[in-house]
């Protein structure tokens, strides 16, 4: 007999729909948790799952905090938190006995509700029922017709605007643009990220046409930014003051996600002050963004899976690390994985070609072999992920997994839970 779990897996046979129908009526049904908290709605096609953390992070210092991100790392639970801890799985099984009847009731209204559906509905009931003051709420895909687009935000939240999804979202950053602005609200502010001439003129025009304060990130009141191996450090002209922000995630671009995650808690009118803000930025944590998670040998972790993200981060490699590692990388099928490698040999000549846990959407690594080798001095093929990272320490001691979401989610797991059996290279250069 399938697990709860299981079974709400199972849910991803009916894909993504884009409609709200369904998640009006399901939240209809079971008394519209989603209005039992004020949240703040992220969206982007990067940096939004650093942000809703760095907006999340904030919020806990003061308030009973909830945050809903997507995709999880290691286990299902990470994507649903409140005051730093993950929802138990009594709570999933409770939730899957309680509403299984009437997940397979709403096909007879409309349709199946998808996994996304369910566990955002799963999420607002959970922030609900544990008395959450406040929740940051992620966009799982797009905007306008994601399942979490039926909160009323206090904040509205847009990161950087990128090529992705051609096929929901369109072809050009218009397009996507247009998606990702469905989420302000009537009379609500919107904080922008972005700075791309065709995003923002797309994202100020809906901003007018829903009464909506338009707040943009100026990226010249971020000053004296520093990065290193243990992070980013900077100061920051917000709002409402000046702020000194530290941060344990690495990068230019984590400065953005923080700042704008600033403005928007500013814009908000939360009652957080000076001290809260930066205890909430140098708190936060979200693990797999240039993620170490080993010293010897030293291994890091990148979730960089389409262009404008992979080239964020080996610009930022460039900058912190002056060696060159032997990267272990699979990639699925929906990526750009032309742009992706031919960016990722800027910072490395050699590389393991893997396969990611999700294997039905995987490029077969003999494939990556094929297309790509030719663009590294030395290129090999291991298909098993742990076998790939145990061949990789015993030849470097600088190694950067990355591509997935999926790879990376099992090289963590399997370094924190078996580390030991880890082999470590003599190597002492590249």
Known sequence: MLSNLDYLYNL???????????MRGFA????????????????????????????????????????????????????????????PDAYIDAFVDKYRQMIEDL??????????EVTTMMAFQYFSDMNAEYASVEVGLGGRLDATNIVTPLVSVITQVGYEHADKLGCSLTSIAYEKGGIIKNGRPIVLQDQKPEVVKTIRSIAQVRNSRLIM???QKIRNLSLSEDGTVFDFEGLNGNYHLETSLIGEYQ??????AVLAIEASNVDV?????????KNARWPGRLEIISRNPLIIIDAAHNPPAVNKMVSTFRKVFTKKPLIVAGILSDKDS???????????DNIIFTTPEEKERAVDPKKLYDLYGYLFTEARVI??????????????????????????GTIKEYLENKGRKLPVSSINSL
């Open 28 to 87: 209809e049904m079971i008394g519209h948790p989603e209005n039992k908290f004020k949240s703040f709605h992220i969206t982007g096609s990067n940096g939004k799952g650093s942000t809703s953390e760095f907006i999340y992070s904030i919020l806990r210092r003061r308030y009973s905090s909830g945050l809903y991100t997507s995709p999880h790392l290691i286990k299902f639970n990470e994507r649903i938190i409140v005051n730093d801890e993950m929802i």
């Open 12 to 22: 991803k046979r009916e894909g993504i729909k884009f409609d709200l129908d369904v």
């Open 338 to 348: 032309y742009a992706y490698f031919h960016v990722i040999r800027q910072i490395s």
């Open 217 to 219: 990130l100026d990226p």
């Open 383 to 408: 298909a098993d992920p742990i076998e790939a990272i145990n061949d990789a320490a015993s030849r470097s001691d600088f190694i950067l997994v990355t591509g997935s979401i999926y790879l990376i």
């Open 107 to 116: 096909a007879r209204i409309n349709r199946n509700p998808t996994f996304f």
């Open 273 to 281: 002050n000076k001290n809260e803000i930066e205890e909430g930025i």
């Open 255 to 260: 400065a953005l996600n923080a700042a704008t």
